[in-house]
């Protein structure tokens, strides 16, 4: 079985979102559709970033590592390659 670590972008409010899932596109549905928490406020989101794994546990380690501080520095470098401008203007 296939898990993902994936890292939503919300255009309109400039925020970011890390999870784990089995099944992307059903969990981009989920928040966009305001039943998560955490991201009902900040809708819509786009995945920007995804990264695939045979194991949750692996699956977890990386989410894990996300939410750390290198995390959280290699999200801002992708967003600044990725230039928030151009991702506001992908409609």
């Not at 920007?48 to 794994?53: A, R």
């Not at 977890?60 to 750390?68: G, H, L, N």
């Amino acid at each position: 079985m296939k898990y993902y670590v994936y890292l939503l972008f919300s255009k309109e409010f400039n925020r970011t979102y890390v999870g784990q899932t089995q099944n992307l596109e059903n969990r981009l549905d989920y928040h966009n559709s305001g039943k998560v928490r955490s991201t009902k406020h900040h809708r819509p989101w786009i995945i920007l970033y995804d990264e695939e794994f045979r194991s949750r546990s692996e699956a977890m380690k990386r989410e894990k590592w996300f939410k750390s501080s290198v995390g959280r520095k290699f999200i801002r470098e992708l967003l600044s390659k990725l230039s928030v401008e151009s991702l506001q203007d992908d409609n």
